[in-house]
């Protein structure tokens, strides 16, 4: 059985032999260029039209289309943590993470940002002092709630 990964690396070096960018290739499935590298790399399953688009495009074999479409495991095959640029998001969070989760706190209340209840989008900005990388997470705000578990039938 193919990995969700190993096919990922197929589609990827497809992509790149036929000069596609990944907005390119989101823009031909119509999907979102952040889901649909996170999904082709192995976060998300691929719906199956999305995933019969890439087989199209790419002449992808059967096992390679179940591969896509399979629930993932989401965490990495491998640590990604020491790699320069993901370092920096970790980066990022260390110094940010506490003014951010305060923020939250005392806009909304006690409660968190949803990962899963969320979309990402990255854009590039020109800028006289080069060129800023621009990330937007809109994540659905959950309040922390308690719920009583039911004990038994007489519990209304």
Known sequence: MI???EAGALIDQRRRE???SWR????MIERPAVWLVAAVLGMHPVPRAEALL?????GLDEPLVDALVRQPMRIPREDVS???TIYRFHELIQVYG????ALIHDEFGDGIMSAINCSIDLQRKAHADGDRVVITIDGKYLPYAWVQSSSGPDDA
């Open 82 to 84: 020491s790699d320069p």
């Open 3 to 5: 990995s969700k990964q």
């Open 98 to 101: 506490p003014a951010l989760k």
């Open 54 to 58: 890439l087989q199209d495009e790419f």
């Open 24 to 27: 390119e290739l989101a823009e």
């Open 18 to 20: 036929r000069g596609l």
